[in-house]
């Protein structure tokens, strides 16, 4: 028998389970899908199959994540892929915070699970539901290798300088304070690609990754190495987002409390639910802000122009970190789709050796491509990013046989 070498790729968040079905071998997805709604009356499941584009739905209550884990493992059934198949190597979860202790992705056994479990006071929202989902997968397929790939990983590498905030160390180390940056699977994958992109090998190149989703994050990488990045003891830290405030002094949480009357959790919904272009202007969504600054909106224009300045301020920052840069790299949902933040970006930056080509920069594009001008001393890229992909690849050469 020849060996399995499909993986299952899950991430499970608070009341949502993403998954895909790879194929290690032919590198191709079988199927994705998402379980939103999770303990609602109005849960939904989305299933896809990738080759043939055809998607079936499900609404109706699923409870827990134990029925979500089910009704997906339904329809992969009726593809014939099931979670019983012999096909099936392995299952990789995204964990988001693995703390100091997770360095890389790491076979799950009682031992692992317990350390995720206290990381729990760092990651309140996102480890508990990480670790539901791997139990609910453990108890579906005991036999199975379970690998989970950290966030926070690829950022173990960042320097003391970096990782430390200026604070009494004894109290940092008594509540395990410090910079551990998030996304990590995601700027790893990019900063490989981006140079495979410029057929160089990635020890020899450093790269400015410019992670610009819904939540966003910076890092520096040189020679395949993270060395600073944005976020820091939470995804709070950093870049302005759709939701989150990103950078601010911290006393504004005092004068909230002292001044405002507003509790911890008010406070803590406020700057990662009510701020960043949201809470800016009422949107998160740059399609929608781009639309609204072409009608004239001052507001939309005003949090556009907040978002670039905080996104050049740490473009600065990172040449300077990394003293010799090769390439300034943009990617997920606002970074390979939005040409006007890509050149707003970089605009009058030629003095750092950074320029954006605006015909390279405006042509669509699914792929990693360039978007500088030939002679720019400083390669600029738009990479996709594909986490799913680097869970499974990671997970299967862990685990895969
Ligand atoms: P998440 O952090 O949720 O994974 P994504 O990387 O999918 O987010 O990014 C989602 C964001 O990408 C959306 O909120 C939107 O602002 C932005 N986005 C998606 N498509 C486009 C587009 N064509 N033009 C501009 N922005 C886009």
Do not use: W
Not at 169 to 188: C, E, K, L, N, V
Not at 394 to 399: C, I, R, S, V
Request: aromatic letters at 4%; glycine letters at 10%.
């Amino acid at each position: 028998m020849t060996s399995p070498t499909r993986v299952l790729v899950l991430n499970s968040g608070s009341s949502s389970v993403k998954y895909q079905l790879l194929d290690m071998r032919e590198r191709t997805r079988l199927a994705s899908g998402l379980v939103e709604r999770i303990g609602e009356r109005t849960s939904r499941l989305k299933h896809t199959v990738p080759a043939t584009g055809a998607s079936r739905e499900r609404g109706g209550p699923i409870a827990d994540h134990g029925a979500a884990l089910k009704a997906v493992a339904e329809e992969l059934a009726r593809d014939g892929l099931g979670l019983d198949s012999p096909e099936l190597a392995a299952i990789g979860h995204r964990v988001v915070h693995g703390g100091m202790f997770f360095t890389e992705p790491t076979v799950i056994d009682d031992e692992v699970l317990t350390e995720i479990e206290r990381l729990i006071p760092v990651a309140p929202l996102h480890n508990p539901a990480n670790l539901t989902g791997i139990r609910t997968a453990r108890a579906l397929r005991p036999d199975l290798p379970q690998v989970a790939v950290f966030d926070t990983a690829f950022h173990t590498t960042m320097p003391e300088a970096a990782a430390r905030y200026a604070i009494d160390p004894r109290i940092a180390d008594r509540y395990r304070i410090r910079r551990y940056g998030f996304h990590g699977t995601s700027h790893a994958y990019v900063a490989r690609e981006t140079a495979r992109l410029l057929g160089r090998d990635p020890a020899d190149v450093n790269v400015i990754v410019l992670h610009l989703g819904n939540g966003a994050s910076a890092s520096a990488v040189r020679g395949g190495r993270c060395v600073d990045t944005s976020m820091g003891l939470t995804p709070l830290e950093g870049l302005v987002m759709g939701t989150r405030s990103g950078d601010l002094d911290p006393a504004v949480i005092f004068h909230l409390r002292r001044v405002g009357g507003m509790s911890t959790d008010e406070i803590d919904t406020l700057l990662n639910k009510r701020s960043g272009l949201f809470g800016l202007c009422g949107d998160n969504d740059m399609r929608e802000i781009r639309r609204r600054i072409d009608a004239g909106d001052a507001e939309a224009a005003l949090a556009f122009d907040i978002y670039i300045h905080r996104l050049r301020k740490y473009i600065g920052a990172y040449c300077a970190v990394l003293g010799r840069v090769d390439a300034v790299v943009f990617t997920a949902g606002v970074g390979e789709n939005a040409a006007v933040v890509r050149e707003a970006a970089l605009a009058d930056l030629e003095t750092l050796g950074l320029a954006v080509d605006p015909v390279r920069n405006a042509a669509p594009g699914d792929g990693g491509r360039l978007i500088s001008p030939d002679s720019a001393r400083v390669a600029v890229a738009v990479v996709p990013t594909d986490e799913e992909l680097e869970i499974a690849t990671q997970t299967y050469a862990l685990a895969g046989k």
